[in-house]
């Protein structure tokens, strides 16, 4: 069964993990604003109500992250320019670090854990919002 979500809002990366000392113990978190992201990722997909996909069972990603195109695409009046046409992305956030933030965000919601993905095409473009498109075929 093949299931679409569509998530809303700047695309973001998951941040490295934060390491801190307690005493003579080390522990690591993450960051408040990576879990402010998974958070709203995971809303957004539990409103379109997804279909749980059990463990064991092997998933198929598909993740297109649109980023918002930079003001200098831009012509003065509006037009995109010529130049600008078949460029994709090549800055920060890095595509591996967007994949785990949707990764973690799905889990336990739409499938048991993200051990279960098998394969996974990504990939980043300029689109007119920021948004993120999901496949998940399991």
């Given at each position: 069964m093949i299931?679409?979500?569509?998530?809303?809002?700047?695309?973001?990366?998951?941040?490295?993990?934060?390491?801190?000392?307690?005493?003579?113990?080390?522990?690591?978190?993450?960051?408040?604003?990576?879990?402010?992201?998974?958070?709203?990722?995971?809303?957004?997909?539990?409103?379109?109500?997804?279909?749980?996909i059990p463990?064991?069972?092997?998933?198929?990603?598909?993740?297109?992250?649109?980023?918002?195109?930079?003001?200098?695409?831009?012509?003065?009046?509006?037009?995109?320019?010529?130049?600008?046409?078949?460029?994709?992305?090549?800055?920060?956030?890095?595509?591996?670090?967007?994949?785990?933030?949707?990764?973690?965000?799905?889990?336990?919601?739409?499938?048991?854990?993200?051990?279960?993905?098998?394969?996974?095409?990504?990939?980043?473009?300029?689109?007119?919002?920021?948004?993120?498109?999901?496949?998940?075929?399991?």
């Open positions: 299931q679409h979500f569509v998530v809303m809002g700047e695309v973001r990366g998951q941040g490295r993990p934060r390491a801190c000392k307690r005493g003579k113990f080390a522990g690591v978190y993450k960051a408040n604003i990576d879990r402010q992201y998974e958070d709203n990722i995971r809303s957004q997909i539990v409103q379109q109500n997804p279909v749980f463990a064991k069972i092997p998933i198929r990603l598909s993740l297109l992250f649109y980023m918002v195109r930079p003001q200098g695409h831009f012509d003065s009046k509006g037009g995109l320019k010529l130049w600008a046409l078949g460029l994709r992305p090549t800055t920060r956030p890095d595509l591996d670090n967007m994949e785990k933030a949707v990764k973690d965000a799905c889990n336990s919601i739409v499938w048991h854990d993200d051990c279960q993905v098998v394969s996974c095409h990504k990939a980043k473009i300029y689109g007119n919002v920021g948004k993120i498109e999901i496949e998940v075929d399991g």
